[in-house]
């Protein structure tokens, strides 16, 4: 009779990592991994599988410290340099160099430098000018090493430091634990390799790019393993079976990455199912729930998400416990820090959500900022400073709540993190780039949340600076006064940045024959919109009420995207006829651009900020004359008085 196979039974993360420990006890799948014998020069990194006795004394003579003459210390006692000792060349001192063996009679060097050679006869003599205790300038055998003693214990990972230690005792060879050995099979009909330059060329609509056996390979070879990264499979029982049949035999730990859903076309539970058990079938974490944990042939077995997020994420929460208990290790703790958050964060109540953030220290408070949440974006990840763990069953934070991130790089690295937060442009990509190129040490945190947004970001005490292009529509100018009416009673300088073009962006051919915002009640055109609070929207309401166009006139007004490239992404891909958006954005995904406005868009900052030394290094980048061609090259901006104060409000 068959098994039933767990289907996308959700439990709690511990539950989940509980049951599958058991589970690898039971199959002796869970201890530590067997040793192998390597020379010393190649156990860097590796994990010692026994203790490290010591062979022989280090040193294994007494050695002098100095250059100097070797002496009985008893034989110096009284000397002066009024009244300087005696002693027969050869015969009561010896000449030795830093290193040298001692000789039998000796107890103690003096330095040449308080020493002289006085010829008497036919015997040469040393005159000692001052007398030295025992042993003074002496190494004696076992200073540092003694035979015998424990130099390193066992399940220590090696350093350089430990590597010269060993040799130094006696060992030419050490016993470490073998590196887990871990195969990454990717499935996926619709997976494609980038194999040559010329891949990109072939991608056709469908094709998704595999890359998360790059990602889950390289996270494993960080922990210490051997990674077998094989071809993508299709969507096929028996291809993904054999292939997993044939990688147990070679493997500790086999992954299959995808099908691990409930689709039709998601095989992992039922081929880790015909192989062995299927222990867990969903966990209760987001990103990553449809997570499969199972044991099969003595070996582990995980069916890994397909989402890139997801695939991380739980690959670093499930797998890497599992890699560091074989070797013997206890994993690393990332560092946490208390901050605030800045945006207000929903939450399903019925998983523990882990939320991907940036961190920056703004005056003195750390605020965290979350980034896009998507399980697909792998980019919140690549910009991550941290991870803020949101508790099952808790409905998510407000805004100003306090939480704790775990931290993905160094605490101090924080303090050098300029926070901005507000509207999007692409100069500010740009703009960090070239901050860090003049800077290594300094880094730009960007949260795209809307012109407005960034004023009350700025409000609030959550960033340094804020991109803002807020149009007023009674004076035509732009900032000052929601500048006035949000911060009131801050001093904030408001500094010129770019001019730029605004128009609507169509596929290549504009096929539809957009010309202007008129277009845009056609029934045949489905427009994407810009989310409430940034700029572009505010522009496009004050044009449209211009052009006396009602907001439901405008289909697809309601859909939002968050940055110009995103709504250039949505024309893109045809899931709109178009967007208002930048040039730049365009030029970047081969869109035509229609030209309508054009419109400043300045930077916000707050004084003490602007004369502050973390910003310095920032503002000098953006008047530099390398900045302003570099913007100009993207098409679409006009960088004229870049950098000048406009108000000071």
């Known amino acids: 009779m068959q098994r039933e196979t767990p289907y996308l039974h959700d439990i709690g993360l511990e539950e989940a990592i509980q049951a599958w420990n058991v589970a690898l006890d039971a199959a002796h799948a869970s201890g530590t991994i067997s040793s192998e014998m390597l020379p010393v020069a190649e156990c860097l990194g590796r994990v010692t599988a026994a203790p490290v006795w010591a062979r022989i004394s280090s040193p294994h003579y007494h050695a002098s410290a100095m250059d100097g003459y070797a002496v009985c210390a008893e034989d110096t006692a009284g000397a002066t340099e009024t009244m300087p000792k005696r002693l027969v060349l050869g015969v009561e001192a010896t000449y030795v160099d830093t290193g040298d063996p001692l000789p039998a009679f000796a107890n103690a060097v003096i330095m040449i430098e308080d020493t002289q050679l006085v ?26 090493i003694v035979a015998t003693q424990l130099v390193l214990p066992s399940n220590h990972q090696l350093r350089p430091q430990d590597l010269g230690a060993a040799v130094g005792c006696g060992h030419t060879h050490l016993a470490v634990r073998r590196q887990p050995r871990v195969a990454i099979i990717p499935t996926g009909t619709e997976l494609v390799s980038l194999n040559d330059p010329d891949s990109q060329e ?25 990674v077998s990264r094989f071809a993508p499979l299709p969507d096929d029982f028996d291809m993904i079976r054999s292939a997993v049949v044939s990688a147990l035999a070679e493997h500790d730990l086999v992954v ?55 695939a991380a994420m739980t690959f670093d929460l499930l797998v890497k416990p599992v890699i560091y208990r074989w070797l ?32 920056g220290q703004v005056g003195d408070r750390l605020v965290t900022t979350p980034l896009q949440r998507g399980a697909g974006v792998i980019m919140s990840l690549v910009q991550a400073d941290g991870i803020v763990r949101i508790p099952r069953f808790s409905e998510g934070e407000h805004a100003g709540a306090a939480v704790t991130v775990h931290l993905l790089r160094r605490p ?31 880094s730009m945190a960007s949260a795209n949340v809307g012109s407005y947004g960034g004023l009350l970001a700025l409000q609030r005490g959550d960033s340094h600076l804020a991109g803002s292009h807020l149009l007023d529509e009674e004076t035509g100018d732009y900032n000052v006064r929601f500048i006035r009416e949000l911060l009131p009673d801050r001093r904030m300088i408001l500094l ?40 572009t929207r505010v522009l496009l309401d004050y044009e449209l009420k211009k052009l006396g166009i009602a907001r439901r006139q405008v289909q697809g007004y309601e859909r939002q995207e968050y940055t110009h490239l995103a709504v250039a992404a949505a024309v893109k891909s045809g899931a709109a006829d178009c967007g208002l958006g ?19 868009y300045d930077l916000v900052i707050p004084q003490d900020y602007y004369n502050g030394e973390l910003l310095a290094p920032l503002l000098k980048v953006a008047r530099s004359p390398e900045f302003a061609a570099t913007v100009q090259a993207l098409g679409g901006y006009d960088t004229q008085g870049i950098g000048e104060v406009i108000a000071e409000l």
Request: glycine share 10%; hydrophobic share 40%.
């Open 412 to 442: 101090e690295s924080i303090r050098n993190t300029i926070v901005c937060i507000g509207s999007h442009d692409l100069t500010l990509d740009v703009l960090a780039d070239q901050l860090r190129r003049l800077r290594p040490d300094l």
């Open 256 to 310: 299959v990455n995808a099908g691990s859903s409930a689709g039709s076309e998601d095989f992992t539970a039922r081929v880790v199912d015909s192989l062995g058990q299927v222990v867990v079938h969903g966990i209760a974490i987001r990103p990553g729930h449809p997570v499969i944990l199972g044991v099969a042939k003595g070996k582990a077995i995980a069916g890994i998400p397909g989402y890139p997020v997801s």
């Open 202 to 226: 072939r991608l056709q609509p469908g094709d998704i790019i595999e890359y998360n056996s790059i990602v889950l390979g390289a996270m494993a070879e960080e922990w210490g393993c051997v």
């Open 496 to 535: 010129r940045f770019v001019g730029r073009v605004q128009g609507l962006m169509t596929p290549a051919g504009n096929p539809k024959a957009l010309h202007g915002l008129q277009d845009l009640t056609r029934p045949d055109v489905y427009f994407v919109n810009r989310q409430r609070g940034a700029g």
């Open 328 to 359: 013997g290790l206890v994993p690393p703790q990332a560092p946490t820090v208390q901050a605030t958050l800045t945006q207000k964060v929903h939450s399903d109540m019925g998983e523990d959500e882990f939320l991907r953030v940036t961190v």
């Open 119 to 144: 010829g008497e006869g036919d015997e040469t003599v040393v005159e000692i000018m001052a007398a030295t205790p025992p042993w003074r300038h002496v190494r004696p055998m076992g200073e540092d």
């Open 582 to 600: 930048i040039l730049a954005a365009a030029r970047a995904l081969d869109l035509d651009f229609v030209p309508l406005f054009n419109e400043r």
